[in-house]
């Protein structure tokens, strides 16, 4: 039952209103960068007052990392594919559409986080908690059908197909895409989760 | 004979002088973090006029890129273990122990480079190259040795090891150890080197 709750997509702990702030918040982050980004600039955009900002996020950390959170709870899929190739291949693709189209907003998220132990603890919550929930099932149904052994999962390095594609799209040395991810998929991530035990 | 000349530690490309005010650059950014590091400090710390800071490095971009580089120069190893699970090890712990005493330094290029194009052009061509062709060596070798086959190397991954490594570091959620590079290169690494082909 509980699995059920997890497999359903999380409902969004904002109102309308709220998430057309973080919409914007997210459009400006990514048209002018993080240190142009000013609270006057998003209740402009959204036809808000500055004090309606202010009073749900009352830091531009806060209001970054909410307009994120917000930002991936929306293309968060469950991939129920079938197969454990299929699944990752569609995380990976996920990850890589959002990480490529909000690479500006990743950038600022990092530093703020590194900033501030609350908005550690609150992305922690808040989002990583959840990812690897995600990954984790996606995992167990693999498990499950008999596709790998439990023992072939290292926990440790839960995220490591996000974590990589994200570095790659902060640091932008070369195009990431989706042969980037099928390769990913192919030559590492099955071979390790497949490997002789 | 150009092997050779690889494998060689590739000599500073600053004057003692320069490279004390890179240091005094490292050890302020690591105190006190980006935002907070002038050139004034630099200099008072090196014990230097801020004119002799920026003739070198004009902005505050590029003297932040320089340190960075230069401290990675310091610690790059060539590992020379004689297997290949010695030397994935042996960079692993390397790039472990700088990303995790440079974390604030690391935050601050990749902002930096996301900024300016100029940067991520030095970035590429003082730094990534070097990087890339110090891990195709490392496979290379593995090759020559027989332990794996040419066709087994993902090009496209290359960065895998030091980037998840980096996203690591820089997302602190959990600490980062050389536990972490153990499994990362007998669960991951070594399988998908080791694949059936």
Known sequence: MTRIADRTTEPSPWSPREAELLAATLQLLQQHGYERLTVDAVAATAKASKATVYRRWPSK????????????????????TGTLRGDLLRLGEAILDHATRHSATIRAVMVEVSRDPALREAMQHQFLDGRKALIESVLQDAVDRGEIQAAAISEELWDLLPGYLMFRSIVPSRPLTQKTVQIFVDNVLIPSLTRPL
């Open 61 to 80: 950390g806060e209001l970054v990392l909410a307009a994120f959170i917000e930002g991936c709870r929306q293309v968060a899929v469950v991939p129920d």
